[in-house]
């Protein structure tokens, strides 16, 4: 398996632009995660899927954050208007929950820089 | 709501010594989970510890889960350099909550 891909894995875009991230789960995982990860404020759960439903956004920070996931092999997080702060790196993570767990597998990352 | 609390934060260890990193929840978890961040790349699982008195081990690190005292370790044996990362522990409250992970740096 490939493994969680996410694209575009660097994204430079100036301030009040629109960015979207995109993240292709692990193939039969019915969870996917959305993270930041800053020095400042550590890594940040954003929202998270179970069964392509919306659970928990609790930790999106602003109206400006969105995520969809309109099946189970897509799932996009966009910012619009980005600003300076929205500057991180974005982890996409799927897991398959069972009674063994859900050990989160995460993708590589978006590295964003809004100017 | 689940709690999670990692120390140290910062570790600076020479190589050929053993240390420990301690992962402290604040509510009942029913796994614990470990987690290494090599510096620019993403997270990589390193064991999930499933009951009370769970130890798994993999090379130089071990880790450990005592569910009475809310309690993981992860202990580092013989550093070596190899092992510098960033360390992450995440209890489970629904979601996986994430400690502030632990920045380990071995030095020769």
């Known amino acids: 398996d490939a493994g969680v891909i996410q694209s575009p894995r660097h994204e430079v875009t100036e301030m009040g632009q629109e960015v979207t991230l995109r993240c292709k789960p692990i193939?039969?995982?019915?969870?996917l995660f959305w993270y930041r990860q800053t020095m400042m404020r550590g890594l940040e759960l954003l929202i998270y899927?179970?069964?392509?439903?919306?659970?928990?956004d609790s930790g999106m920070p602003e109206d400006r954050f969105s995520a969809k996931m309109p099946n189970a092999s897509f799932s996009t997080l966009k910012i619009q208007p980005s600003e300076p702060r929205d500057s991180a790196v974005y982890f996409c993570?799927?897991?398959?929950?069972?009674?063994?767990?859900?050990?989160?597998?995460f993708g590589p990352g978006t590295r964003l820089t809004v100017l | 709501e689940l709690k999670v609390e990692q120390n140290p934060l910062f570790l600076s260890m020479q190589e050929g010594k053993n240390y420990t990193i301690y992962c402290n929840y604040s509510?009942?978890?029913?796994?614990l989970y470990w987690y290494r961040q090599d510096p620019g790349k993403s997270l990589e699982s390193l064991f999930v510890?499933?009951?009370?008195?769970a130890v798994k081990q993999e090379g130089r690190l071990m880790a450990s889960l005592d569910t009475k005292a809310r309690l993981s370790t992860l202990h580092i044996t013989a550093a070596v350099h190899d092992l510098s990362a960033t360390y992450f522990c995440?209890?489970?409250?629904?979601?996986?909550?994430f400690g502030q992970g632990t920045e380990l740096s071995v030095k020769p």
């Open positions: 510890l499933l009951s009370n008195g």
């Open positions: 899927f179970n069964n392509n439903v919306p659970i928990d």
């Open positions: 995440a209890g489970e409250g629904g979601k996986l909550i």
């Open positions: 193939s039969g995982h019915n969870s």
């Open positions: 509510t009942t978890s029913d796994r």
């Open positions: 993570a799927s897991s398959f929950r069972s009674n063994r767990g859900y050990t989160q597998y």
